[in-house]
């Protein structure tokens, strides 16, 4: 089934280190964003692509970098991890005119 | 530009009862509300959507209802059983040809055996 894939689905690392988390979608959507979820509060937006040549900050974007590297793959990086980026991460993809979003299952990372 | 408030944050219903999740929005020419479920430890999923040209929509149990003079969004859901328990997430998608979402903060609905 066409879907929205997220590596990996845990992850604890250290302070200072580099991590990225990784998005594949095989659905041929052309939008692709990040997401951040920390518990009691909702879906905060990192950064958005509409397609491969374009990437875009949303709200909470620092500390924070990503790549498109094709249209099916969209990364997130965290240059140095910091505890309070301690939280539940969701790839999610869309394809207009349909204004449907599909979730990945999320990457949980934890900062110690 | 567009911003979606979303109440309340926690709801604890009877099993059996109702519930209701109010959304307001900013944007009057938002033309699209759709509202999210998440289980626990699990994505947030569709469940249902309307569209700026209508007023209510039904699924089964759940209902979407759209009052676009007071720019306000219900969901509601009747006869609730535990697998309703799970935070719920509206969202609104502002006029033009952007297609963008507008997320609420959520509402965590709790269902009482």
């Known amino acids: 089934d066409a879907d929205v894939t997220q590596t990996p689905r845990n992850r604890i690392t250290k302070t200072g280190k580099r991590i990225m988390l990784e998005c594949s979608q095989t659905?041929?959507?052309?939008?692709m964003y990040w997401y951040r979820q920390d518990p009691g509060l909702g879906l905060r937006l990192i950064y958005y692509s509409f397609d491969v040549k374009d990437i875009n900050k949303g709200e909470i974007s620092d500390g924070y970098s990503v790549s498109r590297q094709a249209q099916a793959k969209f990364s997130l990086s965290l240059e140095s991890a910091i505890p309070n980026q301690t939280a539940l991460y969701f790839c999610?993809?869309?394809?207009?005119?349909?204004?449907?979003?599909?979730f990945g299952s999320g990457t949980r990372l934890t900062v110690v | 530009g567009e911003n979606v408030e979303q109440h309340p944050s926690t709801l604890s219903v009877q099993e059996g009862d109702s519930a209701v999740i109010k959304c307001t929005y900013s944007d009057s020419a938002s033309n699209y509300f759709p509202w999210y479920k998440q289980e626990l430890g699990k994505r947030p999923q569709l469940i249902i959507d309307i569209r700026s040209n209508v007023g209510e929509k039904k699924d089964q149990r759940i209902a979407v209802t759209l009052n676009k003079t007071a720019k306000h969004f219900s969901l509601h859901i009747t006869e609730t059983q535990p697998e309703d328990s799970a935070v719920y997430f509206c969202a609104a998608a502002p006029g033009g040809s952007n297609y963008q979402l507008i997320w609420g903060a959520g509402t965590k609905l709790i269902i009482k055996p």
């Open positions: 659905k041929g959507h052309d939008r």
């Open positions: 999610a993809t869309s394809a207009p005119p349909n204004y449907g979003y599909t």
